[in-house]
């Protein structure tokens, strides 16, 4: 099969590309600058040149392959808005382009803001509609899809997608430890974070072209939820830094724009979706990865 991804140089995206290669598909990607477009050329990935922002390019991608899957984001978390707004876009103009054909469409979500007080799960909508909510409330705009002719299917990945050169929240988390001299947690440190490592997410992704139903959820969720304490704990051992909490009304001073992520409780579950696919995390857990020093080099 012929694959259109965007974000294929990115941190899941070039793992999803050695995935579907590996399963005999075919690969075309979205890349945005010359190093970006080298790195998939070395994959064997054919270029298509363009952005989030470049619609037409975007469209000519998803017209000329048998199926899309959508991973790129700005994740610009001090402007939401500009990535919502770049992430609605790209969604309804796939959607639009794939309308009436039966083509699968695959594309990224999260698992935040969708349980409270319980590990989410599949049956759990998105509370997310509209331009303005999170995301722009592209899940359910990419789902909608389904009544007019797109195999869509949401893969909901969870908070941190780990490995050795993560740049993301954990990195990120793990960096203000070090500037502080502290690594921290917030409140008690009860609340928790499901965990995947990157290459049982691209795997769930090249699974999910393959075998997910029309309208599914999946969850890309090894671990269903790992303490802020013991994220704190791994951190500090690593770095052989202290460990303390961080009071409720310090954290925004701590932690930055993080502060609000940190805090959030996400467990979330993948029963149905390691049912559905027939599934199994293999890579390592986030505490593994954080003591082998998968964050060092950050």
Do not use: C
């Not at 990120?172 to 430890?177: K, L, R």
């Not at 969720?221 to 830094?241: C, K, M, N, S």
Request: aromatic share 6%.
């Amino acid at each position: 099969m012929h694959v259109f991804v965007t974000g294929a140089s990115g941190w899941i995206g070039s793992a999803t590309v050695d995935a579907l290669i590996a399963h005999g598909h075919k690969v075309s990607g979205l890349a945005r600058s010359d190093a970006s477009a080298a790195a998939l050329e070395a994959q064997g990935v054919h270029v298509r040149r363009g952005d989030l922002d470049d619609l037409g390019s975007i469209r000519a991608g998803a017209q000329d392959a048998e199926a899309v899957i959508h991973l790129a984001n700005k994740h610009d978390f001090a402007n939401p808005a500009v990535s919502s707004a770049a992430e609605r876009a790209a969604v309804q103009t796939i959607g639009d382009t794939l309308a009436g054909s039966d083509r699968p469409f695959l594309f990224a979500a999260g698992v935040a803001g969708l349980a409270q007080g319980r590990p989410a799960t599949e049956d759990d909508a998105s509370p997310a509609h509209g331009p303005d909510s999170p995301r722009g409330g592209s899940e359910n705009l990419g789902l909608e899809f389904v009544d007019r002719g797109v195999h869509s299917v949401s893969l909901r990945f969870a908070p941190t997608v780990h490995g050795t050169r993560d740049h993301g929240f954990i990195a990120i988390i793990a960096a203000v430890a070090r500037a502080k001299g502290l690594s921290g947690y917030p409140g008690d440190g009860t609340n928790r974070w499901a965990a995947v490592h990157r290459s049982d997410a691209a795997r769930l992704t090249a699974l999910g072209l393959e075998k997910a139903p029309a309208g599914a959820r999946l969850h890309a969720v090894a671990e269903q939820g790992v303490t802020t304490r013991e994220i704190a704990e791994a951190i500090g051992r690593r770095f052989d830094l202290p460990v303390a909490s961080i009071a409720p009304e310090d954290l925004q001073d701590h932690f930055g724009w993080m502060s609000t992520f940190f805090a959030m409780d996400l467990a979330s579950s993948s029963t149905r979706t390691r049912e559905l696919l027939g599934w199994t995390p293999t890579g390592p857990t986030l505490i593994e990865d954080i003591d082998a020093g998968a964050y060092s080099g950050h």
